[in-house]
């Protein structure tokens, strides 16, 4: 997978590349980044990459001459996609689609944000929550962490993000680690038994649990089986 992030501040993106997971997936050829500065594609001696709104109003807009050149300079790209609040919301399922493309161009806006005819140039608007960031930037990087991951080889465990909130539809279940007590609160006596076929039905059961306490409105779209609805009724009881 080969990810293309045009920035106008390259250096916000470079630390993510240089440590951890994304830093080891690019050192075994799983992931290339590309990081572009889109100041480079100004064609003014000034470099300059933004003007003032048309209409009047506060703030500065991204001029698309720019954007665009930076766009195509990109190269042929299974998706190019602008991080905009106004976009659809980043969700797993995105996340599933997108890591099974090859190569996602990642447009950062700053500012009032890019002039609206870049639109006929990306193939989707993509907004990470209903809130205003200063850039895109951070978009683009919660963009590259949760496909990027889902790239065979990029985490070790195969099984690992299969289990993940959102991936069953449902929220991930507890996790408990060493030491077994903690300032009085011990692990649940079921982990440590070796009955994995009860330990797999614990954690099914404290998933449903949990989405139905934290976030019921995933049950309704979550693919539930015969059991599940009967611990769901058991719950309620
Ligand atoms: C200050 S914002 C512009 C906000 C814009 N005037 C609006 O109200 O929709 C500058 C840039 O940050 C990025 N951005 C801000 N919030 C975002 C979000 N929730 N999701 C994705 N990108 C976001 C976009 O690239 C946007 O062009």
Do not use: N
Not at 52 to 57: E, H, I, L, N
Not at 123 to 148: F, H, K, N, Q, W
């Amino acid at each position: 997978m080969k990810y293309t992030i045009l920035t106008l501040f390259p250096d916000l993106i470079r630390p993510w590349t240089e440590e951890s997971i994304v830093q080891k997936a690019i050192q075994k050829g799983l992931i290339e980044v590309d990081i572009r500065d889109i100041r480079a594609y100004s064609e003014d001696k000034h470099k300059t990459v933004d003007d003032t709104p048309y209409g009047g109003g506060a703030g500065m807009v991204m001029r698309v001459d720019v954007v665009v050149r930076a766009l195509e300079a990109a190269g042929p790209a299974d998706e190019r996609i602008l991080l905009s609040p106004a976009g659809a919301p980043f969700t797993q399922r995105m996340a599933e689609e997108l890591a099974r493309k090859s190569h996602l161009v990642l447009l950062c806006g700053r500012y009032e944000g890019i002039d609206a005819r870049v639109e006929h140039f990306v193939t989707r608007e993509v907004s990470i929550g209903d809130y205003v960031l200063m850039g895109g930037e951070l978009g683009a990087l919660v963009i590259l962490e949760a496909t990027a991951r889902l790239i065979p080889g990029v985490i070790k465990e195969a099984e690992s993000h299969q289990q993940d909130s959102f991936s069953t539809g449902l929220l991930d279940y507890p996790h408990y680690t060493r030491p077994p007590e903690f300032r009085g609160q011990s692990v649940p006596e079921i982990l440590t038994s070796g009955h994995h076929a009860k330990i797999a039905e614990w954690r099914r059961k404290q998933a449903l649990k949990r989405t139905k306490e934290r976030r019921p409105d995933l049950l309704e779209k979550a693919e539930l089986t015969a059991k599940d609805l009967v611990w769901l009724e058991e719950e309620s009881t």
